[in-house]
């Protein structure tokens, strides 16, 4: 169903039973690229999921309709919450913290623009099941990140305090989100 037209897709959810349409929905959820349309085109993929544009600019209103669709079609599961957040922040790495008392936190590497860091916490907690609380999200940096050197040098994955004589320190830190 990877290659399905958006014809195709609008037709099966008007006229397939609704298990069909939901399985469509999570086809698109997980694999149509959104970046390839905008304007009223995104208005109507949008309206299919429910989703209103609100003044949004079309990039941001992807990161709304990928949210929604994720959201729709999420029963809680460790792996679904995963794979929400990989594909909502478009990241490379995801990473699920159980903190205990049905509580988790959540790391990433992927893109946050101002948009998504203010609503990334109501996004994740629409994929959540009834009664998991999140208790934050972590931004992971890329091979820039600070980190502490250990005394034999073999965590090189990033930058930190360097020794005296060496050029390599620095390095962002990595930041809570909410």
Wanted: negative net charge; hydrophobic residues 45%.
């Amino acid at each position: 169903m990877a290659n399905m037209l958006l014809a195709d897709w609008l037709e099966a959810l008007v006229t397939d039973p609704a298990q069909e349409v939901e399985d469509v929905i999570y086809d698109l959820y997980k694999q149509l690229d959104l970046t390839q349309w905008s304007g009223v085109q995104l208005d109507r993929i949008g309206a299919l999921v429910k989703c209103q544009r609100l003044g949004l600019s079309d990039s941001n209103y992807i990161i709304k309709i990928k949210a929604y669709a994720a959201a729709q079609n999420s029963s809680g599961r460790p792996d679904e919450i995963l794979t929400a957040l990989k594909l909502i922040t478009n990241a490379g790495n995801v990473t699920i913290s159980f903190l205990g008392n049905a509580t988790m936190a959540l790391t990433t590497d992927g893109t946050l623009g101002a948009y998504l860091v203010n609503n990334l916490r109501t996004f994740m907690e629409s994929v959540l099941a009834a009664g998991i609380a999140l208790d934050y999200i972590v931004h992971q940096g890329d091979s820039n990140s600070f980190i502490f050197d250990d005394l034999l040098g073999s965590i090189t994955d990033g930058k930190g305090f360097d020794n005296i004589t060496g050029t390599g320190g620095g390095g962002q830190f990595t930041y809570i989100i909410i």
